[in-house]
């Protein structure tokens, strides 16, 4: 089943502002990481935020992770042409650490 | 130097054909993965190999084989294709994960995109 859901499906902003991206899940996780995948490339590693963390930062990306709501945000600030990309929340199972289980990805288009 | 390599990128054959798509990572990872992208994106785990050991078989297809003949390369072979497996294949290899390793953190290969006619 699915266990990484991102909202919202599609996100269209102009440079310069910011882009939020919300994904909840289901279950009791070790860790929930973000990735992006750009047109007909591979997904890439963006930042991983684990149970016990309520917030991580990395250059223009700020993470925030709730377990009581099972929920977490991703903000990018500044937004640039080059951020246009599929971004996917990937879970960790406490239970199943090995399976990483994505979600289908909030498509962000940045126009200049 | 690529790190998760995975060839070939573009794949189109008939209904009913067998095909083999190949990975192969050079970041001394202990653990390698197929995953399945349909065409809405949703992105499923297939399978996972840990030192040429399979950990992970989802329910997927006994058509799909997956073989790793050494800890850097995760072939899979499909059987009698069908058009539902038409998507794009992504490899991925990550450190070992789990509470006797670190978070798994994958790396992803480009992707192969298989279209069966």
Excluded at chain 1, 17 to 24: D, G, K
Aim: net charge positive; charged share 20%; proline share 3%.
């Amino acid at each position: 089943s699915q266990q990484g859901e991102e909202d919202p499906q599609a996100l269209s902003i102009q440079e310069g502002e910011n882009a939020t991206m919300n994904c909840s899940y289901k279950t009791s996780i070790n860790n929930l990481q973000w990735y992006r995948q750009n047109s007909g490339r591979g997904l890439v590693h963006l930042i991983l935020i684990r149970s016990n963390e309520r917030e991580k930062h990395s250059g223009r990306l700020r993470v925030t992770l709730d377990t009581s709501k099972k929920s977490s945000s991703l903000l990018i600030t500044a937004s640039r042409a080059a951020d246009t990309a599929s971004y996917f929340c990937a879970t960790a199972r406490s239970d199943s650490w090995g399976k990483l289980q994505f979600g289908a990805g909030t498509q962000v288009v940045v126009t200049p | 130097d690529t790190a998760v390599s995975q060839t070939p990128k573009y794949l189109v054959t008939q209904m009913g054909n067998d095909k083999s798509i190949k990975c192969e990572q050079n970041l001394g990872h202990d653990t390698m993965y197929w995953y399945k992208q349909d065409s809405k994106k949703f992105l499923k785990i297939m399978f996972s190999y840990n030192n040429k050991e399979l950990i992970i078989n989802e329910t997927v297809p006994n058509r799909f084989s997956p073989k790793s003949p050494d800890k850097a390369h995760l072939n899979l072979h499909i059987n009698s294709l069908e058009l539902g497996d038409s998507a794009v294949y992504f490899c991925a290899s990550s450190l070992a994960g789990g509470p006797s390793g670190g978070a798994n953190v994958l790396t992803f290969g480009a992707g192969s995109r298989l279209t069966v006619l």
